[in-house]
């Protein structure tokens, strides 16, 4: 059955370093999507992206992060210069095979990343 | 706007009771409503979703869950808990085409031999 992957599972960086997280969403998904979940808090929606460009974003992805499709198969997500309050686990989700008559869409989701920001 | 309400940030049950995990939600259109559970160390992985169709859902391990809008809720039930169901559970709303989702808090649910 396919699925989103995620890489590391954990990373672990300094405050101030840039990191990007790696993600690779089902191969036929069409969108692609980015949520954290800080410790004991829910689960949060950061930003969407569709042909190749953002289409919508929260108020919590600001200038220090970025995402990019750079090849087709990946999606990233890049935080610039992290600050502590960037630990969290960063789920991948794709969708895209949803039933547009219909109006939804399934979002499948990868195992995360847990970013440990020291 | 938006938003999921999960009450019972813990549930515990014995195994073999009932599980009822309590989600309700606010929408101002309609919504699409989904049950994820999470494993230590894991994805979410999807239980069910409510897609405007039939409003008592079943998913999968014996998951169900009914979208009563009078209520505004979309419990999540299953008769008779494994000890194998003992996850965190999610429950989430999007509307629309593609979009984003608003999840709750999340329940833990454990599970007594």
């Known amino acids: 059955e396919p699925e989103v992957t995620q890489t590391p599972s954990h990373q672990v960086t300094q405050m101030g370093q840039e990191v990007i997280l790696r993600c690779v969403p089902i191969s036929n998904h069409l969108y692609f999507y980015w949520y954290r979940q800080i410790l004991g808090q829910k689960v949060e929606f950061l930003v969407s992206?569709?042909?190749?460009?953002?289409?919508?974003k929260s108020e919590i992805f600001d200038d220090q992060f970025s995402v990019e499709r750079p090849d087709g198969s990946n999606f990233t997500l890049k935080i610039r210069s992290t600050k502590l309050e960037d630990s969290a686990m960063y789920f991948c989700a794709s969708g895209g095979q949803g039933d547009l008559a219909g109006g939804y869409n399934e979002q499948f989701f990868g195992p995360g990343t847990r970013l440990t920001v020291l | 706007a938006q938003s999921v309400t999960q009450l019972g940030s813990h549930v515990s049950v014995s195994e073999g009771a009932l599980v009822l995990l309590r989600c309700n939600y606010s929408?101002?259109?309609?919504?699409?409503l989904f049950w994820y559970v999470q494993y230590p160390n894991q994805g979410l992985q999807l239980l069910l979703k409510y897609t405007s169709a039939a409003t008592l859902v079943k998913g999968i391990n014996g998951f169900e869950a009914e979208f009563k809008k009078s209520e505004t809720s979309f419990h999540l039930t299953k008769p008779s808990a494994h000890m194998s169901d003992a996850a965190e559970y999610f429950c989430a709303l999007t509307w629309g085409n593609f979009n984003k989702f608003y999840f709750g808090s999340g329940t833990k649910l454990n599970v007594k031999p």
């Open positions: 992206f569709y042909n190749n460009e953002i289409s919508e």
């Open positions: 929408s101002s259109v309609p919504p699409y």
